[in-house]
């Protein structure tokens, strides 16, 4: 292995916390014997070819400092190579740190951890979840909450998570549940109404709320949420509830495990580690070991 490590930095992630990261992670993983080149892009995509590039030109690990949009970039670059990941969970959301059992805004300690995984080889091998090319590992999501985020991200004002507060008021003022067609496996294709539906490969969304709770992200399956055909005092009811997890004990909501899934409902956007996908339909395949994680 090359003694280069790819220190992959959001500047801007949680209100600018990713710049001040990346100081104490370097640190770390210097004061342990690697070199440390810091890469950071213009944007998503200048970002992501540039990750490429170094995974081609043989960098021997990747320690992405941001949030969980950063984590998804680093992993579309290094899905199925040999080539590990570290994160310093910094941004606003965090789901796959929590998901793997990483720290969260603790900067200085998952620097040190990342550097010690490293000279020990302390690698785990984690499942990701893939809709054709791309490659997600927290929750795929689809219903309501995606309705919800489509309409956040239409809205300029107000700024921070006050747009998404007025986008869930309106979506409840206009709440109806809706037509899904489910195929979990090869099985046979389930017809139901459903508020949404979450695919998770880890346990976590939205900043910690669990949608799918007993998500393990090394089992090489996902587990599916169903919440069912709830009217608006059900979900009020019900939504809170997501936060610990007690939601997967209503009578709506249903669990299922799955290898793969393809979820049809018109006019629905799918949603992958907070970011949009596309519209149904997708199908989703777990893949085990997609992953090497430094842990």
Not at 35 to 45: E, I, K, N, Q
Not at 56 to 76: F, P, Y
Not at 105 to 122: F, H, I, N, T, V
Request: net charge positive; aromatic share 6%; hydrophobic share 40%.
């Amino acid at each position: 292995m090359s003694y280069e490590v790819t220190l992959f930095v959001n500047p801007t992630a949680g209100r600018g916390r990713g710049a001040h990261a990346a100081q104490p992670a370097a640190s770390a993983l210097r004061a342990a014997g690697f070199s440390v080149r810091t890469l950071v892009g213009a944007d998503a995509p200048d970002a992501l070819a540039r990750l490429t590039g170094a995974v081609r030109e043989g960098t021997g690990a990747v320690v992405a400092v941001g949030g969980d949009g950063m984590v998804s970039l680093a992993l579309q670059a290094l899905a199925g190579t040999p080539v590990p990941l570290g994160v310093v969970a910094v941004g606003t959301g965090n789901d796959f740190a929590r998901a793997t059992g990483l720290p969260v805004r603790d900067p200085a300690r998952a620097g040190r951890l990342a550097a010690e995984a490293l000279k020990e080889s302390r690698i785990r091998d984690v499942d990701l979840g893939r809709v054709g090319s791309t490659w997600y590992g927290t929750v795929l999501c689809s219903g309501f909450d995606s309705k919800v985020n489509d309409r956040g991200n239409r809205m300029r004002l107000p700024a921070g998570r006050f747009k998404y507060d007025l986008a869930m008021i309106a979506e409840l003022a206009a709440f109806r549940p809706f037509p899904y067609r489910i195929t979990l496996d090869d099985g046979p294709v389930i017809e139901t109404e459903a508020t949404l539906v979450a695919v998770g490969n880890g346990s976590s969304y939205g900043g910690g709320m669990r949608i799918c709770p007993d998500a393990a992200p090394d089992d090489g399956l996902f587990d599916v949420t169903v919440v069912g055909d709830c009217g608006r005092a059900t979900l009020l009811t019900v939504f809170p509830r997501v936060y610990r997890g007690g939601h997967v004990s209503h009578p709506k909501v249903s669990v299922h495990r799955a290898r793969k899934i393809t979820l049809e409902s018109p006019g629905l956007t799918a949603y992958v580690d907070g970011e949009p996908l596309g519209p149904l339909p997708v199908t989703a395949e777990c893949v085990p070991g997609a992953v090497r994680l430094l842990t």
